[in-house]
């Protein structure tokens, strides 16, 4: 069996997160990874337009697992991509950690808008806005803002990770908060370097 059921997808996610240590920069690489992967399957459920969005998060994920036992935490991550010149380099552990952290915000800002009692379609379309568009081409914007006009209805949503209305709030309120909380230390990590945008193609995935 692989993943949770959909009926302990979201509040295994929050879990996942909340038990990380955000008190300090030194976040457990591993655990960070495992958390990450906890985010998965929500890309499955809000469209198609969103898989290569799966494929891209898992890649990076990737990296970051084969360098966990190497560099114990991510502050050791961002210092070695900083130190051998690859934090702005595209794949290495170090950009992939940044990236998965703008996916984190994504996700994070769906949640925040589904409370809000936004659609679903609507929830993402602003979400996305405020996240990934920021480092997206015009042209995968473009592609993404088409495929949204096929995402599935709110109440859909909720059904296929078997929530409801008050449960989905519930678990979405820790993720939120523990996402919050972990992007916003890990960022700092990265002060002084200028993150490139995304050279990401949707055609590359078909190559």
């Known amino acids: 069996m692989t993943g949770a059921s959909p009926d302990h997808w979201l509040p295994t996610m929050t879990q996942a997160f909340m038990a990380l240590d955000s008190s300090t920069h030194a976040i457990n690489t591993a655990e960070f990874a495992t958390a990450m992967e906890k985010v998965l399957p929500i890309f499955e459920k809000i469209g198609t337009v969103f898989l290569f969005a799966r494929h891209e998060m898992h890649t990076k994920i990737d990296t970051i697992k084969a360098v966990q036992a190497q560099m114990a935490s991510l502050d050791q991550v961002v210092a070695a991509g900083k130190q051998d010149g690859t934090i702005t380099q595209k794949n290495s552990p170090a950009r ?40 997206h081409a015009w042209v995968v914007r473009a592609g993404i803002k088409t495929g949204m006009m096929a995402l599935p209805t709110r109440e859909h949503f909720l059904a296929s990770i078997g929530e409801t209305e008050e449960s989905a709030r519930q678990h979405a309120e820790g993720f939120v908060d523990a996402a919050h909380k972990l ?22 995935l078909w190559k």
């Open 96 to 135: 992939n950690v940044h990236r998965l952290l703008n996916t984190l915000n994504f996700i994070a800002a769906i949640f925040q808008n589904l409370a809000k009692g936004m659609a679903l379609k609507d929830a993402v379309s602003d979400a996305y806005d405020r996240t990934l568009a920021q480092i």
């Open 183 to 204: 992007v916003g230390l890990v960022e700092k990590l990265y002060e002084g370097v200028e993150m490139p945008r995304s050279d990401f193609s949707m055609s590359s």
